[in-house]
């Protein structure tokens, strides 16, 4: 079962973009979830997780500037990216932490750039 992260686009920097991720109870359930991104020729990295009672962990790359929520009931798990950067862009996909192998959708694409 994919998990889809949707709400991507293209921002200028110091922009901001809200990425949304779904899934089925199943899926989420009491499972840590996290953001993971990968840039052209890099490889996938997590940027921000929340554990099933909300506590956060992110990158020291984004921290202050990315905030990850979940909303238990609806199964739906947001990234908040503010103050964007020309580095920030990628893909990014939502998954458990550890990440499911089976779960890997096919990602939103955030470009900053001006």
């Known amino acids: 079962v994919q998990l889809q992260a949707s709400g991507g686009g293209l921002v200028q920097p110091g922009g901001s973009l809200r990425l949304s991720c779904a899934a089925s109870?199943?899926?989420?359930?009491?499972?840590?979830v996290a953001w993971y991104r990968q840039a052209p020729g890099k490889q996938r990295e997590m940027v921000a997780a929340?554990?099933?009672?909300?506590?956060?962990n992110y990158a020291d790359s984004v921290r202050g500037r990315f905030a990850i929520t979940r909303d238990s009931a609806k199964n739906i798990v947001s990234l908040q990216m503010s103050s964007l950067e020309p580095e920030d862009t990628a893909v990014y996909y939502c998954?458990?932490?550890?990440?499911?192998?089976?779960?890997w959708g096919q990602g939103t694409q955030v470009t900053v750039s001006s």
């Open positions: 929340i554990t099933n009672d909300g506590r956060t």
């Open positions: 998954n458990t932490a550890p990440p499911r192998e089976n779960c």
């Open positions: 109870g199943r899926i989420f359930g009491t499972a840590t």
